[in-house]
């Protein structure tokens, strides 16, 4: 079954950098646009990048521009997020999404199951 | 860019109808997606589209725009309903961010 599951989140120092994983199985990742978003612990959904189905056209949140990276292996189904000088406030569970790919519609009809982020010394 | 504003929390009677709405200027350029998020649980889209329900989401669950505002409504609320729900759209800025609401809680008493 379509399936996305991320990894690589942990306790990290503020300052520090981490890299997050999303392995995708099940459906021809090529050929869906993903997404981050995040959720810090009791808030609200916060939407994190975009990345286009070949790679080559990112967007970022403007609180995370210039700090994190989106970047996609296509040949490997899967989906990263470099996260760079990370911040108290960069805790939150990271979630992988597909986005549905409609126009005038930006929906994300497949989640991952999240990976949790702690930034803390 | 844009904000989409929801109402922190709305309840509703077991198997009655209730409306959660989700208002901002995107909405007049974008549809809304709907998500429904349980405790310890990612969230799973409801409502996408026009109105759209993904496969395996129960028909009680629809929606509508009007100007700039995006509504799910449930009709006939089942205990199961409660959660938190969250609406999203593309952002109105005439770039391809993305913009989420605050998110409703939903009570089902």
């Known amino acids: 079954q379509e399936q996305l599951v991320e990894s690589g989140g942990g306790v990290v120092q503020p300052g520090r950098p981490l890299r997050l994983s999303c392995a995708a199985s099940?459906?021809?990742?090529?050929?869906?646009?993903m997404h981050w978003v995040r959720q810090a612990p009791g808030k609200g959904l916060e939407w994190v990048a975009l990345l286009s189905s070949d790679g080559f056209r990112n967007y970022y949140s403007n609180s995370m521009k210039g700090r994190f990276t989106i970047s996609r292996d296509n040949s490997k189904n899967t989906l990263f997020l470099q996260m760079n000088s990370l911040r108290d406030e960069d805790t939150a569970v990271y979630y992988c999404a597909r986005d549905v790919g409609l126009p005038q519609t930006t929906a994300f009809d497949l989640w991952g199951r999240g990976t949790l982020v702690i930034v803390s010394s | 860019s844009s904000e989409l504003a929801q109402d922190p929390a709305v309840s509703v009677a077991l198997g009655q109808t209730v409306r959660i709405t989700c208002q901002g200027d995107?909405?007049?350029?974008?549809?809304a997606s709907w998500y429904q998020q349980k405790p310890g649980q990612a969230p799973i889209l409801v409502i996408y589209g026009k109105d759209n329900r993904p496969s395996g989401i129960p028909d009680r669950f629809s929606g509508s725009t009007s100007g700039d505002t995006a509504s799910l409504t449930i009709t006939g609320a089942q205990a199961e309903d409660e959660a938190d729900y969250y609406c999203n759209s593309r952002d109105n800025g005439g770039t391809s961010h993305v913009v989420f609401g605050g998110g409703t809680k939903l009570t089902v008493l």
């Open positions: 099940g459906f021809t990742f090529s050929y869906y646009a």
């Open positions: 995107s909405l007049r350029s974008y549809y």
